[in-house]
């Protein structure tokens, strides 16, 4: 019978994808040696002889090399020889590093580690780690690189390694395990719209959604469990909300199947469009029904596209300018408000620049992103008002989406005062992501909310969110004119050139606190398809997320 002594550290769903190994061989000078100080004895007079007096000196100033080394020396050579306690006592937390090590040993059933030093940068030493994984009658080689940092300890000054879970690997977060032992959840085979297999070899954005399918899907389509190497996520982890993660299939699973509706020419060119920036992630969605297409993150660990939670900048005048309109407080043709500056709730907001439009329209003022516009609407407004049109309009801000994999789904707080004001251009307490933003757009193409999916609902059965209301056919059609002129005079023209038919789209800009730079925001339209992007860090949303969304929308036809 098979041994089931690891399942109490298993989860009960989830895996993902595949990692590799630690290996051990310590290289480099010998332990840097320490000037050993006198003890003298004390004097006559009470006072210690300056030797003893040195000794009880705490150590300051910068590490040398041969402490750095030496650190890095020592707590290496007694890992790989299987001293937990004498390599815990080397961090700067014995008791945590003890815990983790000797997890390492007997719960991920890694043997034979191997450990070498790479060269020392700095507090930093880099090394290479090469075992063996074994579980029952089954082995496999593991090897993968980590890193450690030797810091001086608190209250002696003595050098120590910067106790972190990544010094044993770095997928590990605070709380989080190597489990090794059959999987929680069976493998699954992920399929586009057409029926290829979707990997991330081919689609290497495609991770995080892959480890969502096989949490979602795993148990129900039809696989078996393998036996794998992989870390379990802790509650307190800061990937919390990550699937566990598969590093080494020892044996491999039976996989289910679960068909998507990613269309692959849209996702290998969203993955070509993020490849081409740093930090940024794109959606894209068919409004008529809210299937989704496809979905890339520049950085694969973490999908900022679906799970995000970021401020929308000006993108979210769209749904702003949907409830001015309705409550009769703007219309796209009728002259607008749109002055440097406007104060409110003890804030004073501006344009970007500083900029004004005389006797302009509301349709000017949205085209060109005048903050004030909106801003000095917040008077008339209710402090739930924008909560209650993202809710009951466009379907965000009530955590109930069945996508198929994890999302964050907006969030629009009640908020008073200047954070009120600052959430109509969504800066606040306001919160979306690309999944969010595309939707909004396919929203207003569409003119009813459709919840967005990645797997069918005939699949399982689930039931898709559904927004309480629609807007009028006269708010409709300003809007939909709202995001056409911008599209093709406004802020966004310069990234929409060349796209064809019946478009709309709206810019946005969102500073964050301690960012030199804002992050670009870009939703859009073209006939039956919608799409939302957002480059961190980078600029004005028309030059830096336009550009990826447009080509997206060019490239689907």
């Known amino acids: 019978m098979r041994n089931r002594g690891h399942a109490g550290e298993r989860r009960k769903t989830r895996p993902a994808v595949l990692g590799?190994?630690?290996?051990?061989?310590?290289?480099?000078?010998?332990?840097?040696?320490?000037?050993?100080?006198?003890g003298g004895a004390a004097a006559e007079d009470g006072t210690r002889t300056s030797s003893a007096q040195q000794a009880e000196e705490v150590r300051t100033g910068p590490l040398s090399a041969s402490e750095v080394t030496g650190t890095a020396e020592r707590f290496l050579t007694a890992w790989q020889a299987g001293k937990v306690s004498e390599a815990a006592a080397v961090t700067d937390d014995p008791k945590a590093a003890a815990a983790l090590l000797t997890a390492y040993a007997k719960d991920a059933g890694v043997e034979k580690v191997t450990l070498t030093a790479g060269t020392r940068t700095g507090g930093k030493v880099p090394f290479s780690v090469k075992g063996t994984v074994s579980y029952e009658d089954v082995s496999k080689p593991l090897a993968y690189d980590s890193a450690l940092t030797v810091v001086r300890r608190a209250g002696d000054g003595e050098p120590r390694v910067a106790w972190r879970p990544e010094v044993v690997h770095p997928d590990l977060e605070d709380g989080d395990k190597l489990v090794t032992g059959e999987a929680g959840t069976p493998p699954v085979k992920a399929?586009?719209?057409?029926?290829?297999e979707l990997t991330t070899r081919k689609y290497p954005s495609l991770g995080s959604v892959l480890d969502g399918l096989r949490e979602k899907?795993?148990?129900t389509a039809g696989g078996e469990a393998g036996i794998e190497l992989r870390v379990v996520r802790g509650k307190e982890s800061k990937k919390a909300e990550l699937s566990d993660k598969t590093l080494l299939e020892l044996s491999e699973g039976t996989p289910g199947t679960v068909k998507t509706t990613l269309n692959p020419s849209l996702q290998a060119a969203a993955e070509a469009q993020v490849a081409k920036k740093d930090r940024a992630s794109v959606v894209v969605l068919r409004p008529s029904t809210g299937e989704i297409l496809a979905v890339a993150n520049s950085s694969h660990g973490f999908n900022t596209a679906f799970q995000g939670s970021l401020a929308p900048g000006?993108?979210?005048?769209?749904?702003?300018?949907?409830?001015?309109?309705?409550?009769?407080?703007?219309?796209?043709?009728?002259?607008?408000p749109c002055p440097k500056y406007f104060s409110y709730g003890g804030w004073k907001?501006?344009?970007?620049?500083?900029?004004?439009?005389?006797?302009?329209?509301?349709?000017?003022?949205?085209?060109?992103s005048c903050n004030t516009a909106f801003i000095s609407q917040a008077p008339e407004l209710e402090n739930d008002d924008l909560t209650k049109q993202a809710q009951e309009v466009f379907g965000l801000s009530r955590n109930d989406w069945q996508v198929g994999v994890p999302t964050f789904d907006g969030s629009v707080p009640v908020q008073s005062?200047?954070?009120?004001?600052?959430?109509?251009?969504?800066?606040?307490?306001?919160?979306?992501?690309?999944?969010?933003?595309?939707?909004v757009a396919a929203t207003v193409k569409a003119g009813v909310f459709h919840q967005p999916y990645l797997v069918s609902p005939e699949v399982d059965g689930r039931k898709l969110a559904t927004a309480s209301r629609t807007l009028s056919a006269?708010?409709?059609?300003?809007?939909?004119?709202?995001?056409?002129?911008?599209?093709?005079?406004?802020?966004?023209?310069?990234?929409?050139?060349?796209v064809s038919g019946e478009t709309g789209a709206k810019t946005g800009s969102a500073e964050v606190d301690g960012q030199k730079k804002p992050n670009g925001w870009f939703t859009a339209y073209r006939g039956d398809l919608a799409a939302a992007g957002v480059v961190q860090a980078a600029g004005h949303g028309g030059s830096t997320a336009g550009p990826v969304v447009a080509a997206l929308l060019k490239s689907g036809g």
């Open 474 to 498: 006269g708010t409709l059609a300003q809007l939909r004119e709202l995001m056409s002129y911008t599209a093709a005079y406004g802020t966004a023209a310069e990234a929409m050139a060349g």
């Open 417 to 439: 005062a200047a954070p009120m004001g600052a959430s109509l251009i969504g800066q606040g307490g306001v919160r979306m992501n690309p999944l969010n933003m595309a939707s």
């Open 191 to 196: 399929l586009d719209r057409d029926g290829g």
């Open 20 to 38: 590799g190994v630690i290996a051990v061989v310590v290289g480099g000078a010998g332990v840097g040696a320490y000037a050993l100080l006198g």
């Open 349 to 368: 907001f501006q344009n970007d620049d500083k900029f004004e439009i005389k006797d302009g329209t509301f349709k000017a003022s949205f085209a060109r």
């Open 217 to 219: 899907y795993g148990e």
């Open 314 to 336: 000006s993108t979210m005048k769209v749904i702003t300018s949907s409830l001015l309109i309705e409550k009769g407080l703007a219309s796209m043709d009728e002259k607008h």
